[in-house]
């Protein structure tokens, strides 16, 4: 008797039950195939997984989850110990430097002591440089074989993937296992991959899946072999650049740890459908901005390409937050066409706070600024003025604040979205290492003055000072391609910071007369900002007129000065003075009398009169004028002693900051051979007559 249907089914599922789940939904799939009878969602996967599709997934997972078979925990636990040591050694070496740093900075030391903290830093500096050489040629071990154990999976992989590889690279998840191979692959592999992609490179770059494929291959690939992908890069520029993923190839070629200078120059002037042999023959090569203003035979058809080009890349979403889409924009604004420089400028307006945060974005949100009519800069302003504790404190977005209040006159707007937010975040802004420059900026109005305190990178952005005469002007092309110079601003940048400053500054004495502030406050930059403006108020007559500093302020003001200053002090004043230095306190003398060696022979005589030897030797080295000058004002005969007045800011600032400090200010020049038994009295000017008391007469 045959077997009923209901039999062969229970049959079926017995034998389908023995075997494993993935391979019965596969089984199961196949026969309703053949049935042609409707399959379910998980027998579609299963009879998916047994294509070659399935054989990659399943490479796939056991590359991405394979762990080393060799590995050893005591090998890998030693490699963690040295590490640790390698970043301690390091840590140790850098903490010495600065130690020894202070140190040169507060005391005043011999030159043999000198000659031995030189020894020690060079040696530890030594030292620190073979252990980082050491450890990175045993980190490039460590990478060259660190993934080896991987390779033949990888190498199963190439071989289902090269026949069909122009169009599994274009699927979502072939590219995310080739992106694996790139991670895990050898030199060779790479090698391999870069040929398959050099077969149609223009549509891998613009693909939305395969263009994963080129970013991971720039990110992971050695020199040699970045080199081989910039040379095919470069001649297909012209068609990805305004690409929505074409863009993103650029980017990661543009940003890459191994692109230098003259390889992003090259990037930027493929966008000019020239090959490099032309070229190398325009004015001012690679240099794109040299080559818009010097090529003036080409400078209309390289100026037109590039504002249709800035104008397709600013319009298109979240392109102008990269680096080489802000290179373009700002050169054509700086060397482009009156119309079209203020086309671009409103259509960046609403994404300035976006580009102040990019090396290249900040000097360009600069000068949109600049270029924006006074009555459209409001609410550039307002967006500014939203995260201006950010961009207060940030090391590209700070010259952009400083860039502010020279541009901004009307004093409400500049106060309610620019001052305002620095007053309230004056801490941070100080102990910022580009937000105190800020400060620095507004009170250093001298030209000469700047060039020693200020980031050089700054000067991109073309701040105000009394030596920069073109702060206020801007340089375009009109309709016949003649350079026009027009005016920024109607008002000085002096006006604007006049009306700023009186509340920034009583806001920084505030600071540092609170002496739980102050504590947390970084003593250099207090120290700068201290400086300036005690010169500020001795030198600038307007500026002295508007702060109206005390004399008490002037007083707490010198006891922040740097250090430099505080020994050119102590270099010139004879008197005692007692410095604190956290909690230890130095009492320091400058002995301006006769040197240790003279002391003995020298005759203690009362302060203001000097003994007939000693008379006797200067009269007969007196000239005619200063005998003159003698009997035009008389000689007291007994000099009181002066009670002890506070520093003017003219006897702390009327030096040269530029003189180097001598280690031996302390210790004054022998006197001659005719007057070496006579008490020798130094007058530090004609204005200015002070008489030393020696030390022996006082313990007498």
Request: aromatic share 6%; with cysteine; glycine share 4%.
């Amino acid at each position: 008797m045959g077997k009923t249907q209901a039999k062969k089914t229970e049959a079926r599922e017995s034998r389908m039950k023995a075997l494993p789940r993935s391979e019965r939904l596969a089984k199961m799939a196949s026969i309703k195939k053949k049935e042609g009878r409707v399959l379910d969602a998980s027998e579609k996967h299963a009879l998916k997984m047994t294509t070659e599709y399935g054989e990659i997934m399943r490479l796939w997972e056991k590359l991405r989850t394979l762990s080393d078979p060799n590995g050893d925990q005591t090998q890998i636990a030693l490699k963690l110990k040295k590490k640790n040591e390698r970043r301690e050694q390091r840590r140790q070496a850098n903490s010495k430097r600065k130690t020894f740093a202070a140190a040169e900075g507060d005391d005043d030391e011999d030159e043999d002591e000198d000659d031995d903290d030189e020894e020690t830093t060079t040696a530890q500096k030594t030292s620190s440089t073979t252990a980082t050489t050491a450890a990175k040629s045993e980190e490039g071990v460590r990478t060259v074989d660190r993934f080896e154990y991987k390779h033949p999976m990888i190498n199963d992989l190439l071989k289902i993937i090269t026949p069909q590889f122009a169009s599994a690279v274009k699927t979502p998840r072939v590219s995310r296992v080739i992106q694996s191979m790139i991670k895990y692959g050898s030199t060779a592999h790479l090698d391999k991959l870069i040929a398959l992609l050099a077969t149609d490179f223009g549509a891998f770059c613009s693909d939305a899946f395969a263009h994963f494929v080129v970013c991971a291959l720039i990110r992971h690939a050695p020199h040699h072999q970045y080199r081989k992908i910039l040379g095919m890069l470069v001649p297909i520029v012209p068609s990805i650049v305004s690409h929505k993923f074409g863009m993103q190839v650029m980017h990661a070629a543009y940003t890459s740890r191994l692109c230098s200078a003259l390889d992003r120059n090259l990037l930027i002037l493929g966008v000019f459908k020239d090959s490099v042999s032309v070229m190398k023959h325009w004015r001012g090569y690679p240099v794109l901005e040299d080559i818009v203003s010097k090529e003036l035979d080409h400078q209309k058809r390289l100026l037109q390409r590039l504002f249709d080009l800035s104008d397709k890349l600013v319009s298109l979403k979240e392109a102008i937050e990269l680096p080489f889409v802000q290179r373009l924009v700002y050169a054509f604004l700086r060397h482009g066409t009156k119309h079209e420089i203020t086309e671009l400028c409103v259509t960046i307006k609403p994404q300035l706070s976006l580009l102040c945060e990019t090396r290249e974005g900040s000097v360009l949100a600069s000068l949109a600024f600049s270029l924006l009519e006074p009555r459209a800069r409001k609410e550039a302003l307002r967006l500014i003025g939203e995260r201006l504790s950010e961009f207060a404190v940030g090391k590209y977005s700070a010259p952009v604040v400083a860039r502010l209040f020279d541009l901004v006159y009307d004093a409400q707007l500049l106060h309610k979205y620019i001052a305002a937010g620095i007053e309230a975040e004056m801490v941070n802004v100080i102990n910022s290492p580009y937000g105190f420059l800020i400060l620095v900026h507004l009170l250093t109005p001298n030209e000469s003055r700047r060039e020693r305190v200020m980031h050089p990178g700054w000067k991109e952005h073309n701040l105000y000072s009394t030596g920069n005469p073109n702060w206020n002007t801007h340089e375009w092309l009109d309709v016949e391609y003649k350079k026009e110079t027009v005016e920024i601003c109607s008002k000085p940048a002096a006006r604007s910071h006049l009306n700023v400053l009186p509340a920034l500054v009583q806001k920084f004495l505030e600071l540092i007369r609170d002496a739980t502030v102050v504590a947390k406050l970084n003593k250099t930059h207090v120290a700068l900002i201290a400086r300036e403006l005690l010169n500020c108020v001795e030198n600038e007559p307007s500026y002295q007129a508007v702060l109206k500093v005390l004399p008490s302020d002037v007083t707490l003001l010198q006891s922040v000065l740097p250090n430099k200053d505080q020994k050119r002090l102590r270099g010139e004043d004879g008197e005692e003075k007692v410095e604190t230095d956290g909690a230890a306190t130095k009492k320091h003398r400058t002995e301006e009398a006769t040197p240790k060696r003279a002391r003995p022979e020298a005759v203690a005589t009362p302060a203001g009169k000097a003994t007939p030897k000693a008379a006797a030797s200067s009269a007969a080295k007196a000239t005619p004028k200063s005998v003159a000058k003698a009997a035009a004002s008389p000689v007291p005969t007994k000099a009181s002693p002066a009670p002890k007045a506070e520093r003017t800011v003219s006897e702390v600032l009327n030096m040269d900051d530029d003189a180097p400090v001598e280690r031996n200010a302390r210790k004054p020049v022998a006197p001659s051979r005719e007057v070496s038994a006579a008490v020798v009295t130094p007058v530090r000017s004609a204005k200015k007559a002070k008489s030393v008391t020696p030390t022996s007469l006082k313990k007498k």
